[in-house]
């Protein structure tokens, strides 16, 4: 597709479950980075990718959450155990960077985890 | 942690009427951008001005940036109802992270 498409759109779980959220890059982007947003505020940096190296995991909260992109496209976020302050909107985007400066990045939908 | 703050946190207007939105952020940076994000949506990169630019139009977007006083302007002229959404600028430091502020939320009554 065009552009970043992100799925599931929602995702419900358990306190304690193990989820998978999945990030389809626009093809061609080298840079995909993950981000959560808790309700009303910005988007906080999780993790970065550069093709299929992750080059920065600093942002991500615990030792719980763990990110992949083996083949340089697809990237996978994945949360063990989760817990209620787990809930909020997880966005994936890309971007041409480092091809070029100043880069744009575009964004998907976003998954929207809510942890009972 | 969040580098940016938008002023004002919500702003309501009239359709037809200019929308301003201001960004102030701490650290030195090599561009700084606007995005829109529609409730339930992604963000939507709206326009990015390097640091050594001072005014960029697009469309009925206009963004100052003033880096003596770390600050950014996002003027929004001749307001229509879909401009309704969340704003938030995000500035980018000389790495590929992106520090974004809390956003202001725009709405335009009809």
């Known amino acids: 597709g065009a552009g970043v498409s992100q799925s599931p759109r929602y995702k419900v779980a358990k306190r304690g479950q193990d989820v998978a959220l999945r990030c389809d890059p626009i093809s061609g982007h080298v840079s995909l980075f993950w981000y959560q947003q808790a309700l009303g505020q910005g988007p906080e940096f999780l993790t970065y990718?550069?093709?299929?190296?992750?080059?920065?995991k600093s942002g991500l909260p615990s030792d719980r959450f763990f990110a992949e992109r083996p083949e340089g496209s697809v990237s996978t976020l994945k949360i063990q155990r989760t817990q209620q302050e787990d809930s909020a909107v997880y966005l994936c985007?890309?971007?041409?960077?480092?091809?070029?400066?100043?880069?744009?990045?575009?964004f998907g939908d976003g998954t929207r985890l809510s942890i009972l | 942690s969040q580098q940016g703050e938008e002023d004002p946190q919500a702003l309501s207007i009239q359709e037809g009427e200019n929308a301003t939105m201001n960004c102030s952020y701490k650290t030195s940076i090599n561009n700084l951008q606007w995005y829109r994000q529609n409730s339930g949506r992604g963000l939507v990169h709206l326009i990015l001005i390097r640091s050594n630019e001072r005014e960029k139009h697009s469309g009925r977007l206009r963004v100052t940036l003033d880096t003596s006083k770390k600050s950014s302007s996002l003027l929004i002229t001749a307001s229509r109802a879909a401009d309704t959404a969340s704003y938030f600028c995000?500035?980018?430091?000389?790495?590929?992270?992106?520090?974004w502020g809390a956003g202001t939320k725009l709405i335009i009554k009809p």
């Open positions: 985007a890309s971007s041409s960077y480092p091809t070029g400066p100043n880069q744009p990045q575009h």
């Open positions: 995000a500035t980018e430091g000389g790495n590929y992270q992106l520090i």
């Open positions: 990718f550069q093709n299929e190296a992750q080059l920065d």
